[in-house]
């Protein structure tokens, strides 16, 4: 499968954007799919996850209550729905997705499908 992501951008404190990531080349709902970040000069990390089928998400705490992860295997597309953004959520946002059906890690590693990157900027 190969996944793209796109609507990052420039927004300031307070505000929102969506991000999508549409997979081609195999039907999205043989996936988990996961949102992961990079800010700079900091590690990855998980942001949110998605079973195969919409039903169960888990989310970082840092982003409890801001951000939903969202999924419509119709379309063959991921959304990360980021409200209330903060300058600490500036990062590169990755789509990333595993086969299976059910979340069972938060860990980069295990998911082997990715996109690139989307630039998300929240100045202050």
């Known amino acids: 499968v190969q996944l793209q992501a796109s609507g990052g951008g420039l927004v300031q404190a307070g505000g929102s954007l969506r991000l999508s990531c549409a997979a081609s080349?195999?039907?999205?709902?043989?996936?988990?799919m996961a949102w992961f970040r990079q800010a700079p000069g900091k590690e990855r990390e998980f942001v949110a996850a998605?079973?195969?089928?919409?039903?169960?998400?888990n989310l970082a705490d840092s982003v409890k209550g801001r951000f939903t992860i969202s999924r419509d295997n119709n379309k063959n597309t991921v959304y990360l729905q980021m409200n209330s953004l903060q300058p600490e959520d500036t990062a590169v946002y990755y789509c990333?997705?595993?086969?299976?059906?059910?979340?069972?890690?938060?860990?980069?590693?295990?998911?082997?499908?990715w996109g690139k990157g989307t630039q998300v900027t929240v100045s202050s």
């Open positions: 990333a997705g595993r086969v299976g059906r059910f979340i069972v890690s938060y860990d980069g590693m295990d998911y082997p499908y």
């Open positions: 998605i079973t195969w089928n919409g039903d169960n998400t």
């Open positions: 080349g195999r039907a999205l709902a043989s996936y988990v």
